[in-house]
């Protein structure tokens, strides 16, 4: 047994170190506070599917990758919150920098605030569970440029796995009660000693946040979140997580009725300026394996195969960066290959003589 000089030294130490590491950081460190988030407008983009507009502009791939100078007080969570993006995603794009002080990197790092928009459905919500971002595409008129916003969520566990499949949103519910499921219950009597039965909306112990849109696959619900640090992660009992500030917007956009589907996506194939782009993430619930047979597949489904260097692709599916990776050929330009439809050649395959010149590049409308 230590005798009480002892503590008394010991927790000395532990005083003096803590003043110590208090006083290294400096007086311009950053404090993060929860009014600091939701600041950045709701980016909203638009694309064009490759069987609609003009020939041969597919954009399926929305926004763009900025970079970020983190400061000492930065952390992951923080800044992915600020700019939009779950954990997942801010650590799957800059591998080697601590998610606690990337400030030790003495580098800029990467922001991934570009998509590939899952294929194929686009109306509605659609929930892609390996990205575990949520994009929601608004209604539009025939003639009106399709838009789609996005956020990150959380999603359930490996015991607690978020289930693929459509679905429609039937109830809307501001600051709901939250009734714990029997299981759930039990759970936390094991591992918290927690023994109610509901938690009343509108308390700060409530996990459902301010905001709840129940789903017509039973038990399932969008809702916001009292520990926003677990959006980008696999830590829910299934149901989908929002940020507060996210689904403070979402909510009063989607009505009941709305549509959406659960896909279940490690690879994603894109277009953009006649560029193809592949977006390859980490097989959470272990449903999707074989990755370079998968992307090869779907690559041939859409025709783009020919297109794509082989290296550009193995580095991307090795990599699993969760960002969009240009895998187009080098030699790639804009002709016609079929009457009326443009679409990228090899250029040692262009014909001189070609009537048709480069199109000009649409302007991706996004921010």
Known sequence: MWGGTTWRILFGLLVLCATAASLALPASAREWVEEDFGQLPVAVYTFTLPDEGHPGQARTVIGDLTSYAPTTGDTFYDVGRYYGLGHNEMVGANPGVDEWIPAQANANIVLPTQWILPCCRYEGLVINIPEMRLYYYPPHKNGEARTVVTHPVGLGRTQWRTPQGEFRVTEKTKDPTWVIPESIRQERIEEKGYSEKLIKGGTPENPLGEYRMRLSIPLYAIHG????????????????????????RLYPRTPVGTTGEFAYETVKIGERHGRVYVEVHDDIYGQQPGRWRHAVSE?????????????????????????????????????????????????????????????????????
Not at 236 to 242: E, K, P, Q, T, V
């Open 225 to 248: 979140t009292n520990i926003p640090w677990g959006v980008g992660m696999s830590v829910s009992h299934g149901c989908l997580r929002m940020y507060p500030e996210d689904i403070d």
């Open 299 to 367: 690559l041939e489904s859409k025709g783009l195969l020919d297109l794509v260097d082989e290296a550009k692709l193995h580095t991307a599916i090795s990599e699993v960066r969760g960002i969009p990776v240009d895998v187009s050929r080098n030699d790639l330009h804009l002709v016609d290959t079929r009457p009326g439809v443009f679409r990228p050649k090899a250029t040692n395959e262009i014909d001189a003589d070609d009537p048709y010149s480069r199109p000009k590049q649409p302007a991706d409308d996004g921010g």
